[in-house]
DNA sequence: GCCAACGTTGGC
DNA sequence: GCCAACGTTGGC
């Protein structure tokens, strides 16, 4: 299958790409929608490439990139009754919440904030710039990828 | 801190 | 299966 192409939202206040970068892995726990966890489960392949964004930050946007390096497994956090992130209905021997492994890639060398993004005419169609769309792991075009990586790694 | 948009829950 | 109430996300 054709490597696919992502864009996932963390609030650098909780996790950075910096937080990123120094990790160099990290497991995406914490996702509890199934939107979200039904592209990790069924259309993330290890390989794919994702855009890091920002949310909640001032200013939100693009970060940097990522790539998944191990395909969707149970979220460790679901039975964890001390993390803020416990599911008491979610079941050992039928985890409801399931989480990719991703590794680090880079570090946009020009952060690319939210105005600009809708500035953009190519990414017009992308899921983020909608109306309403929250969703924190969605997917985008090859090419909505491309331009953001050469606008990031642009001086 | 506000609020619009959307998702989830639970009563019926 | 509908829908009101509530919670969350996330830009501003």
Request: proline fraction near 6%; include cysteine.
């Amino acid at each position: 299958m054709a490597k696919k192409y992502w864009l996932m939202k963390s609030e650098p206040d909780a996790y950075s790409i910096d937080d990123f970068k120094g990790d160099k892995t990290t497991y995406w726990d914490g996702i509890r929608n199934y939107q979200a966890r039904n592209f990790m489960m069924k259309d993330m392949q290890v390989g794919d490439e994702f855009i890091f964004y920002h949310s909640n930050a001032k200013p939100p946007g693009a970060a940097g990139v990522g790539v998944i390096s191990k395909a969707a497994e149970p979220d460790p956090t679901q039975f964890d009754k001390k993390s803020k992130y416990f599911d008491e209905k979610s079941k050992t021997d039928n985890p409801r919440w399931h989480c990719v492994t991703c590794k680090f890639k880079s570090k946009f060398k020009t952060f690319i904030p939210l105005p600009e993004l809708k500035e953009m005419k190519p990414l017009k169609n992308m899921m983020l710039l909608q109306k309403g769309t929250r969703l924190s792991i969605q997917p985008v075009s090859a090419k909505e990828f491309e331009h953001i990586v050469k606008l990031g790694q642009a001086q």
